[in-house]
Each structure stands twice: as structure tokens, then as C-alpha cells.
């Protein structure tokens, strides 16, 4: 009988690909990799609202509306504080639904 003390360490931190959150991961990267190489761009007439975490990676674009401006006229970017990853952070969300809200009623906040 194989108990918790005398299975292989090994499996101790083995993932199942196909349980849990990891359960569809394939198809999600597939359809994601397809969706990103069949898509043309095109111009965009509206505004748009972009938000941005001031920490930004080294690498990556340098323009301070990462490329958009080069799809959309009227870009507005807002920083949030921190990194991308803490923009939906309790200190943070406030604000970002904040922006959200003036962006969809068709007036600027913090507007470059």
C-alpha cells in the first residue's frame, strides 16, 4: 500500500495538465496563437482610454502609448502606480474603475 511517506518524492510537485486551472491551457495558447496570427490591423476612429502601470519592463515598447497612436488618433493614457500585475490590486482598483467610468461617459481624466 503506497502512503504519503513512501510515494516517490519526485511526484511530490507534479502538475496534472489536464486538472484544475492547467485543464484547458492548450487549447486556450492555441486559440490565442491562431487569433493573434490571422489578425490584420486597422485603424481605429474612436477614443481610447489606455491604462498603464508607471513600473514598466526594460524590454518592450518605449512609446509612451505603446503603439497606439499609430492605430487610433485620440489616445489618452492614464498611469496607475506599480506594475502591470497591480493594477486590479485593492489600492488600485478604485481608480481604475475611476478612469473606466469618465472614459466611457466621454470625459478625460489625467488626459496627455
Known sequence: METEL???PGDLFALDANAGPFRNRKEVYEADLAALLSHRT????GRVALLQATERPKYGLREDAYGWR????DVETHDIPGAHRDLMTRSHVHRVAEILRRAMMGSAVGRR
Open 6 to 8: 513512501t510515494r516517490d
Open 42 to 45: 486597422a485603424s481605429y476612429p
Open 70 to 73: 499609430a492605430f487610433a488618433r
